[in-house]
């Protein structure tokens, strides 16, 4: 059964924090994705990553950076906090190639809370 | 540019009657279209894609490549057919492009 795991369901930092959101998948799979997804707005994609080491900057990637040092693990670190950044990310996984291409499989998510 | 447009935020239908999520998109190349859904408390997961030509759940997505559009559609809503749906477009990369989602409510 695939899975993708993310560290907390709930986290509420201070402004001006650091805060690392982390996500595991344990399918082998090459890509690995973080959305927010905000009411009104749908999801919208932070950062992708297709191998290790490698990251590809999505949709709204300020104020954001990630990291991919092991395949099954993609971390999104916001720098330093902001009430803007209240939101419910969500950690996503997907194969290149085979039947599944581009077929995402996505975690949980977290729901953070900057105050 | 790469767009999915979900025009409905909100939609409503009395149980049994027949539901279509509307999607259109823009897109130069050959896409791939994705219904995404996610029920209340549960996480996101993929309801059904273009190529697989597949009926889920009762629902079926058609790909019109003239209007640009994949509506989404059940002839007979189920109240356990309510939830958010998100229409989602990739290409030959590795990222989704997602609409902003409709929330669909069947009631009885």
């Known amino acids: 059964d695939v899975k993708v795991t993310q560290s907390s369901r709930y986290l509420v930092k201070r402004t001006g924090e650091k805060v690392f959101l982390e996500c595991v998948q344990d399918?082998?799979?090459?890509?690995m994705f973080w959305y927010r997804q905000d009411p009104g707005l749908g999801l919208r994609l932070i950062y992708f990553?297709?191998?290790?080491?490698?990251?590809e900057k999505g949709d709204i990637p300020e104020g954001y950076s990630v990291s991919r040092e092991k395949k099954e693990r993609f971390s999104l670190i916001l720098e330093s906090a902001s009430t803007n950044q209240t939101s419910m990310y969500l950690c996503?996984?997907?194969?290149?190639?085979?039947?599944?291409?581009?077929?995402?499989?996505f975690g949980p998510g977290t729901r953070l809370t900057v105050l | 540019a790469q767009r999915v447009t979900q025009p409905e935020k909100l939609l409503s239908v009395f149980k049994g009657a027949p539901v279509e999520l509307k999607c259109n998109y823009s897109?130069?190349?050959?896409?791939?279209l994705f219904w995404y859904v996610q029920y209340s408390r549960q996480r996101l997961q993929l309801l059904l894609r273009h190529i697989s030509r597949e009926s889920i759940k009762g629902f079926t997505a058609d790909l019109n490549k003239g209007e640009t559009s994949f509506h989404l559609k059940k002839p007979f809503a189920q109240e356990e057919d309510s939830a958010m749906y998100y229409c989602a477009l990739g290409n030959s990369g590795y990222a989704l492009n997602f609409g902003k989602g409709t929330s669909l409510l069947v009631t009885p």
């Open positions: 399918m082998d799979h090459e890509n």
């Open positions: 996503a996984s997907s194969m290149t190639g085979g039947s599944f291409y581009n077929e995402q499989f």
């Open positions: 897109y130069s190349g050959s896409p791939e």
């Open positions: 990553s297709y191998d290790v080491k490698m990251k």
